[in-house]
Structure formats: structure tokens, C-alpha cells
């Protein structure tokens, strides 16, 4: 036991140094190392070693040669040194994992490799070959079992068999199995090399006839040696049975004569065979087996061995004399037996066993052969066979090696051939000077590279002319230097091209050679309406099977074959000086052409039909007296008509793709297009020029499949508008600033009868209602007044912060929204620093609060807040209010203007409190824009410029 696990502790350890030096991965080295200790200890019972073995060496031969053969030497050897296992299996064990470990690794792409690589065939292949050698140990076996009669015996070499075919058969379908991959991907070498592929196909089948032989030749050889041994001792017994009988009629002869002529007949007859023993005399002469005879009265002696001769004595007795008569025989290989019970005597030292002997009995004898002897003569002629076997294996495998490469050799070299060939030399000359079946395969590849190179130098041809076809800039002239290519690729007399229009006429037609032409703007002759009316491709090898207007046709061109292709957009023409012997590739070759002339017949219609598009448009434009252009998306100029040329003093035709913002030299023109960068819904502003003219302009968002493609910028001349809006602003300013003065005084008037008391509640409401109505007129014409003064530019513009104003304006309108039962809610996370009018800034802000006031029902929440945008803050003021209809959401800006709900719930209002909003966010470079939806409350913005670190600091 001690021994044992010292074996195991010093396998171990040499496993593990092993794989430390393979530099193998820890997880592989714990599971090698593992299954080394389960096979080493499986070895230890012999009944089990063949079973258990093969399958931890499995577990672990996935992982490589390596790995099998360290668990199989681990194993085989410790079973050996403690004697329970044969060092001959010892080594097959670890043959079979090493080969094992490398069948199920085979690192080849092709069929035979991946099935050998399946673990149930590399496991019984490899126990075949090496686990221990079980089908050459069942033939040696064969010559034994026979003569033994147990040749059905033969099984328990192949018993393992099955079991590791189930074994390796559930492992491949167990969850655990992972086949290696395949990491090089290349084929095996028997794939690669035809010549490698016949010899080692000669090779297995000659192995197995070979085996089969072995086998065959076994048996026979065995049945032959056999009967030969039976022969032989069928003859022995009648040699020794016919001994006897001369045996005794001598002694009988002998025994006959009176007592003192018996010597002389001895002395005369058998001098030295015969003997007579009296009572007194002294044996020790005699030989052991004599010696017994005589002492037990047996009749015969066993067979002895004396002076250089296997001999027996026949002893008679008379009276008290006995005679002996030795006989000689050839073999000791005889034991006698008597008619008296239990008389069987055998030479000295031949066991009374005989399972291991030919055995076969006579009268008086039992003849014998050691089965050993016969079984080393067929072992002996058996092992001669296979060494002839093996020599003549040997010379078939030089001359097929020989033979192969004779006949291998044209075709490496064709195959070296055909891969230059595929890797684009098409010079490379294939034909062989064979009339065998390699010849005539040559011969057709090089058919084959002679028309491949021949369709190469068409395709290469082809390209030019498309090349040079494509890089054309006129899709016409692009047309008729492909349409002329293909002329003189095909060798044509004449090539032309139709080109028709949706109405049928002939929009355009290229002829080159001798070929008829069709008029354009006319209908198509009658060679290109007999093509088109028949709709599929006409091809004529020979002037008399065409019909008759063709007929005419080419003869009066002269040519003798044509070829008619009709197309999407046109008609196709070949004609040709000679009959038509065109292949059905070289007809697809024609085709391919015909289809890229086609697509440009289309582009050129499409072309002509944009160019009459593009100059219809041309024509509006120029005629347009409102200045319209177009920019891009990165605000490069697109186009423009002339009266936006003369709008923006700019020259359009050396403008073109140009940032427009790099030609416009007013400022207010610049900061119109800076608003629009990163814009995306339709914009309107009022742009003042230096020449006292104001327009009007509207932005709209170019969209092409839904994707923003630039702006189309409409600009109206609005001065006579502006003038008469201004005439009608100061007269009502001067009626409005002449009201606001007699308002002031009726309001404080009233607020002061409020105060004065002794009024009784009749009075209190009047005067309530007077104070109502004057501060509402007040506000009318205050902001009407702040609206002149923005129109007017009478601006103050300093440095200011947006949140102080916003807590100003909600501080103001916080009584009301308290009166109403409203929530106000203000967000400010900082100052929002912006240059601009304080005062106007902030009655916008008050005007946003105040109209969401009024239309927020109780109780609700009107919310403000600022974010950050950019470049510009943006003041967002929230309520939870009636909402406003889509249909007048673009209105509420406008003067005056009020909403048809507003009206019906008696909301009093002016309409000039979001003007004054727009106003003041147009003045400060900003934008206003509400989003709302009726029942779900609105929400306005506010858009102001931030203000620069300079203008701050220019502001201190």
C-alpha cells in the first residue's frame, strides 16, 4: 500500500511539473491532474481497469494528445508497478490516449478529419489499434482457443469495446462536451495531395486485406496443424500398439521354453531388451520406472528415458521368475493404461492434466501433443506470412508511390497552373502534351482561359468605354461614346439608339455607321416599330430570315445580320457586314450595354425634364416682383430672383454657394440669418434697410422627404403699410396720451370718494366699477403708448439681470392672483444677465403673468421659470388656464386682437397686451411663441439674448 501511494504521489507530481512546463491553463492541469489519480486507481482492479480507463482518459484526451497521454501513462504505470495490469497494456493504455488526444484534435476543415474527430469513432478506432492491441491479441489467440475448442472465447478481447463506444457516445451528447475548434482551418494532407490521398487509401485497404488474410490464414493454418497433430498421434499409438503385440509374443515365446533355455534365448533373440528378474536378485541396476513396475506388479512400466532412447518395459511373470522386454518409442508424449482400475502411467513429470494438450486415446495407450508446441508452429508461420506481408506492403507502397507521382505529377503541375491562373495571370498556358483524360482536361482549361481571357479583355474594354461614358458631362455625348463603343466591341457596321418619349415619338436619336436614323419629333420608322411592337430582342444571322421591311432595310444599307433590343426608354440597333455568329454570352454582354444605356436614356429624359422644370421655375422667379431666395441648410445660397438681388445688393450669379451671411452687409439682414441657424419652424421678422425701406420677411423650412434641406426666405415690401400705420400710430398716440392724463384724474378722483366716506352701497359699487373701468383704460393706453415708444426706438438698452425682474413682475400681479385663489410658483436658480430695456422688459413680463391671471380658472397654478437655451434665456410662464385654440394660436399677437372664448366668458382684455410682448422680444433681437391646447392650460416663452461678458462689463 505504501509503495502504491508513492507511485501515485510521484506521477502526480510529474504530471503537474509537465504541465507547467507545457504552460497549460490552471483549469486544464486541475482536471488532468484529477483524472490521472481516478485512472490510476480504476488500473487497481483488473476487471474494471478496461471499462473505466478509457473513459476518465476521454474526459480529458478532449483537451489534446498532451493531456490524454499524461492521464494514461499515470495510469498504465502505477497498474503495472503494483502488478495488476501487464506492462504490454500499460503502454497500449498509453497509446491509446495519445492517439486518442489526437484524433479527437484533429485540427483539418475536411469531412474524413471532423468525423474522426466525433468521440465515439476516435475512441473505437483508437482501441482497435491500441487499447491493448485487442484484435491482434484475439488472432494470436485464435490457433489456442481452437484447438482448445473455445473459440467463442474470442469475445472477451472485444468485451471493452462497446462499453467505451457508449461512454464516448453519451459524452458527445452530454451538456459537458465541447468539441476544440477548428482554429487553422486548412485541409488535411490527403485532402491537399491527390497523390498523398491514393496512397493512404492504398494503404488502409491494404492493411485491411492484409488483416483479413492474417485472419483467413489463422484459422486454416490452425485446422491444417490440427489435423496434422491428430495424424500424428494416430500414428504413434499404432506404433506403440504394434510394439506391444511383438512385445508379448516374444515374452510369450520366452516364458514358453523350460527354465534353462530361456537365457540362451535371450543371449540369441534380445540380448539387451530382455531381462529376467528371480526372487534375491539386486534391482538397483535397473531403472526407477522398472523398478516401481516390478514392486507393484504392474504389466508395464512408464515411458522412460535411458541411454539417448525413450523406452517402457512389458513384464510377464511365471512362477517366480519375471520377464522384462523394453520397448523403444519415439516421443515420450504416450501414457499407458491397463484393464485394472486406476492403471495409467505417464512419464516422470507429465502432469495427469491434460486441458492444455491434444489428447487421443487407443486400446492400451493415450497418445498426447502440447497445445503449445502446435500453437508456436502456427505462430511461427503466421509471423513468416506477415514479414512477406510486410515486405511485399513495403514494395507496393514505393512503386504506388512512384506510380502515383508519375501520374500525379501533370496533374500538380496543371493545378499549379489553374491557382496562378485564378490568381488573375491569364497568360499562364494550360494545355498539356498528354492524349490521355489529363491531356483532354488541360486541353479544355486552356479553351476555357482563352475565352475567360477573351471576356476579360471585352470586360476591361467595357469599363473604359463606361468610364468614359460616365465621366462625361453631357449625358448625350456620354451616350454616343458608349453607344460607339459597343459598336466596336462588337465589330458592328452600323449601331443606333432610339430614345423615345411617352407619347412615342422619338426623342432623340444616335446612329453611328451604316445604319437607318429616325427623325425626331417624329414617330419611329418601320424597322423600330416592328421592333417595338414586338416587345422582346430580334436577332436575324442572316439577311433572308428577316422579315420584309427589314429585309429592305439592310439592303439598302448593305449588311447582311442585325440585332434589335428593345428597352424601357428606346430602341437598340446592330447591324453587321457578315452573318450573325454571336454566343449566348457574348447576346448577355450586349444586354448588360443595352440596360446602362437605357438607365441614361432615362437620366437624359430626367435631365431634360429638370432642365424644363428648373428654367419654368427661373421663369417665376425673375418674374416674382417680391424678392424670394433660397438658402441650404448650412446657409449657403441656393438661388434667388432678381428683385432679391436688387433687395439685398448682392450679385447672384458669383454669390451662388456661398454663405449668404458673408454677402449681406446690414446688420439687421445678419442678425435675421443668425435667428435662423438651428431654427426649424417657419419665421417672419421686420427688417428695416438703410435705403428707408422695411420689408416684411417669412422664413419657411425646406423639408425634402421630411429631412430639413434650407429655408425659403419670401421678403414683401411693407413701407407704404408702415407709413400709414405710422400716421395712424401718432394720431392715436396723441389722442391716447391727450386720455391718459383726464383718466389719471378720474381714477384718483374716485378712489378719493371711496375714501371720504358717507357713501351709501349703491355709491360704493359705482364708484368701484368707475375705478375698474379707469384703470382698465389706463392700462389700454399705457400700453398703447409703450408699444409707439418700442416701434420708435425710444429705448434705453443697459446691462440688466432677468431674475430680479421676474421677481418684480410676479411681486406685482401677486395681490391679483391672491384675489382669484391662484397659485403663483417661481423657479430662479440664478441672475440671467441680458442688455435690453429694464422697463419694457419687465411690462412684458407683468403683460405674460397678467394674461395667464385672467384665463386660470380657481383654483389653479400659473408657474415661471427660466431656462438656459444657448444663447438665449428663455422665460417660460405656465398656467393651468382655459387653454387656446389651435385655429388662433397664430393670431394672438397681433394689435387689438382677441379670442372668440375670451369674449363669450366675458374676460375683459384690450389685445395689446401680447403685442406689447412680441413687440419688446422683436426689439430685443428674441422671439415670443406659446404652446397650448384647449382645457389643458397654456405655456408662453420668451426669448431674450444673453448678454456678453463685454457688454457687462462696457455696462459698469
Keep these: 500500500m505504501g509503495l502504491y501511494l508513492l507511485l501515485l504521489a510521484s506521477y502526480c507530481l510529474a504530471i503537474i511539473g509537465l504541465l507547467y512546463l507545457k504552460r497549460s491553463a490552471i483549469k486544464v492541469g486541475v482536471k488532468t491532474l484529477a483524472f490521472a489519480l481516478l485512472c490510476a486507481a480504476a488500473n487497481q482492479s483488473p476487471q474494471l481497469a478496461p471499462f473505466l480507463a478509457p473513459l476518465f482518459i476521454l474526459l480529458t484526451a478532449i483537451d489534446g494528445a498532451w493531456s490524454g497521454a499524461l492521464v494514461a501513462l499515470a495510469g498504465g504505470v502505477t497498474g503495472a508497478a503494483t502488478g495488476k495490469l501487464p506492462w504490454l497494456s500499460a503502454a497500449g493504455e498509453v497509446l491509446f490516449g495519445s492517439l486518442l488526444g489526437f484524433l479527437l484534435t484533429l485540427d483539418y476543415s475536411d469531412p474524413l478529419p471532423r468525423r474522426l474527430r466525433e ?9 482497435l489499434v491500441a487499447w491493448p492491441t485487442p484484435l491482434s491479441f484475439a488472432l494470436a489467440s485464435v490457433p489456442e482457443l481452437t484447438l482448445k475448442g473455445n473459440l467463442l472465447s474470442l469475445g472477451k478481447f472485444f468485451l471493452p469495446l462497446p462499453a467505451i463506444f457508449l461512454g464516448a457516445l453519451l459524452f458527445r451528447l452530454s451538456p459537458f462536451y465541447k468539441p476544440p475548434p477548428i482554429r487553422s482551418g486548412n485541409p488535411s494532407p490527403m485532402a491537399r495531395s491527390t497523390a498523398m490521398a491514393f496512397v493512404s487509401w492504398f494503404l488502409a485497404l491494404y492493411l485491411l486485406i492484409f488483416l483479413a488474410s492474417i485472419a483467413v490464414l489463422t484459422f486454416v493454418r490452425t485446422k491444417s496443424e490440427l489435423e496434422a497433430a491428430y495424424d500424428g498421434l494416430k500414428q504413434t499409438l499404432s506404433s506403440v500398439s504394434l510394439s506391444i503385440q511383438r512385445a508379448e509374443k516374444l515374452a510369450d515365446y520366452i516364458l514358453s521354453l523350460p527354465a534353462g533355455e530361456r537365457e540362451k534365448a535371450i543371449t540369441s533373440l534380445c540380448p539387451s531388451s530382455c531381462s529376467i528378474v528371480r526372487p534375491g536378485d539386486s534391482l538397483e541396476t535397473l531403472p526407477p520406472e522398472e ?21 517402457f518395459a512389458l513384464i510377464r511373470t511365471q512362477g517366480p521368475e519375471k520377464l522384462l522386454v523394453r520397448v523403444a518409442i519415439e516421443k515420450p508424449n504416450l501414457c499407458f493404461w491397463g484393464k485394472e482400475p486406476n492403471l495409467f502411467l505417464c512419464p516422470v513429470g507429465v502432469p495427469e492434466d491434460f486441458g492444455d494438450k491434444i489428447v487421443l486415446k487407443g486400446e492400451n495407450a493415450l497418445a498426447f501433443l502440447p497445445v503449445g508446441e502446435v500453437v508456436g508452429r502456427i505462430n511461427r508461420f503466421i509471423a513468416l506470412f506477415a514479414l512477406v506481408q510486410l515486405f511485399i506492403l513495403l514494395s507496393l507502397v514505393a512503386v504506388a508511390s512512384v506510380l502515383t507521382s508519375r501520374l500525379t505529377r501533370p496533374l500538380e503541375e496543371l493545378s499549379r497552373r489553374a491557382v496562378r491562373l485564378a490568381g488573375g495571370n491569364l497568360d499562364e498556358n494550360l494545355s498539356l502534351v498528354r492524349d490521355d483524360e489529363i491531356g483532354k482536361l488541360a486541353r479544355a482549361l486552356e479553351k476555357m482561359r482563352q475565352y475567360l481571357r477573351q471576356r476579360m479583355d471585352e470586360s476591361y474594354a467595357l469599363l473604359r468605354i463606361s468610364q468614359k461614358a460616365l465621366s462625361e458631362p453631357e449625358l448625350e455625348k456620354g451616350i454616343e461614346i458608349l453607344l460607339s463603343g459597343l459598336r466596336d466591341l462588337t465589330k458592328a457596321a452600323g449601331a443606333a439608339f432610339v430614345i423615345l418619349d411617352k407619347n412615342g415619338l422619338v426623342s432623340d436619336c444616335i446612329a453611328l455607321g451604316r445604319i437607318w436614323q429616325d427623325a425626331k419629333g417624329k414617330p419611329p420608322s418601320a424597322c423600330s416599330r416592328l421592333l417595338a411592337i414586338q416587345g422582346e430582342p430580334v436577332v436575324i444571322p442572316f439577311i433572308r430570315e428577316a422579315p420584309i421591311i427589314l429585309r429592305e432595310a439592310l439592303q439598302e444599307i448593305g449588311a447582311r445580320s442585325a440585332i434589335g433590343i428593345p428597352l424601357q426608354n428606346g430602341l437598340l440597333w446592330f447591324t453587321f457586314p457578315h452573318p450573325l455568329q454571336f454566343s449566348s454570352s457574348e447576346l448577355s454582354l450586349i444586354n448588360a450595354i443595352a440596360g446602362q444605356l437605357d438607365v441614361m436614356a432615362e437620366n437624359l429624359k430626367l435631365l431634360k425634364g429638370l432642365e424644363k422644370q428648373k428654367a419654368y421655375l427661373e421663369t417665376i422667379l425673375r418674374s416674382t416682383l417680391d424678392p424670394i431666395l433660397v438658402v441650404d441648410e448650412l446657409g449657403r445660397l ?10 439685398l445688393g448682392i450679385k447672384g450669379a458669383s454669390s451662388l454657394g456661398l454663405p449668404l451671411i458673408e454677402k449681406l452687409r446690414e446688420q439687421p439682414w445678419r442678425e435675421f440669418m443668425e435667428q435662423l441657424k438651428g431654427a426649424r419652424v417657419p419665421f417672419q421678422a421686420e427688417i428695416p434697410s438703410s435705403q428707408g425701406v422695411t420689408f416684411h420677411v417669412k422664413a419657411y423650412p425646406l423639408l425634402v422627404d421630411g429631412n430639413f434641406r434650407g429655408w425659403v426666405i419670401a421678403m414683401r415690401d411693407i413701407t407704404p ?29 374716485a378712489k378719493t ?13 359705482v364708484v368701484e366699477k368707475l375705478v375698474r373701468n379707469a384703470e382698465h383704460s389706463s392700462r389700454l393706453v399705457r400700453n398703447f403708448l409703450d408699444i409707439s415708444r418700442m416701434e420708435a426706438g425710444r429705448m434705453k438698452l443697459t446691462p440688466c439681470w432677468l431674475g430680479p425682474l421676474v ?8 395681490e391679483r392672483a391672491e384675489e382669484k385663489g391662484l397659485s403663483l410658483e417661481v423657479h430662479l436658480e440664478e441672475a440671467y444677465p441680458f442688455v435690453g430695456d429694464r422697463e419694457f422688459v419687465k411690462r412684458a413680463i407683468v403683460n405674460l403673468l397678467d394674461n395667464a391671471i385672467k384665463y386660470t380658472p380657481a383654483p389653479g397654478k400659473v408657474t415661471v421659470s427660466v431656462d438656459d437655451a444657448g444663447r438665449f434665456w428663455v422665460l417660460r410662464v405656465q398656467d393651468t388656464g382655459i387653454g387656446i385654440p389651435y385655429s388662433e394660436q ?8 382677441r379670442g372668440k372664448e375670451a369674449e363669450s366668458l366675458g374676460i375683459r382684455g384690450s389685445g395689446l397686451g401680447l403685442a406689447l410682448v412680441k413687440a419688446v422680444a422683436e426689439k430685443h433681437r428674441g422671439k415670443v411663441w406659446v404652446e397650448s391646447a384647449p382645457g389643458k392650460g397654456s405655456t408662453f416663452f420668451l426669448a431674450i439674448p444673453k448678454a456678453q461678458r463685454t457688454e457687462l462689463l462696457e455696462g459698469r
Design 119 to 127: 468521440p465515439e469513432v476516435a475512441s473505437v478506432l483508437a482501441s
Design 291 to 311: 523398478r516401481e513396475a516390478l514392486a507393484r506388479s504392474w504389466p508395464l512400466s512408464r515411458p522412460y528415458y535411458s541411454q539417448g532412447n525413450w523406452l
Design 638 to 647: 441656393v438661388t434667388l430672383n432678381p428683385a432679391a438681388e436688387e433687395a
Design 721 to 749: 403699410l408702415k407709413e400709414a400705420e405710422r400716421s395712424r400710430t401718432e394720431a392715436l398716440e396723441i389722442a391716447f396720451h391727450d386720455l391718459y392724463t383726464p383718466l389719471t384724474l378720474i381714477r384718483d378722483y
Design 753 to 765: 370718494l371711496g375714501e371720504l366716506g358717507g357713501l351709501n352701497e349703491k355709491q360704493k359699487e
Design 807 to 814: 421677481e418684480e413682475a410676479v411681486a406685482e400681479v401677486a
Design 890 to 897: 397664430p393670431r394672438i399677437f397681433e394689435k387689438f386682437y
